[in-house]
């Protein structure tokens, strides 16, 4: 969490819009196995920043966990 600096006192903590896979998966409440299943199955798309680093958009992540189901409704399949 971030924390911006105005006029040498500090507001509201920022929240970054793009999160690391470990950062990701906590957010969504997820292990990192469970995390890791979801983007192999597509259900979950990682975005590359650069020639190396991957990043998941915090707006997708709430997309995927808003239609999930509510209560004791199917899970969606995670093969």
Known sequence: MLRKQIDGQYTASLQPSGM????????CGLSVRTFERL??????????????????????????LGQLPVGGGEMPSVD
């Open 20 to 27: 690391k896979k470990a950062d990701a998966a906590y957010y």
């Open 39 to 64: 983007v192999a199955s597509g259900e979950i798309r990682p975005r590359r920043v650069g020639s190396r680093t991957i990043i998941y958009l915090r707006s997708e992540l709430d997309e995927y």
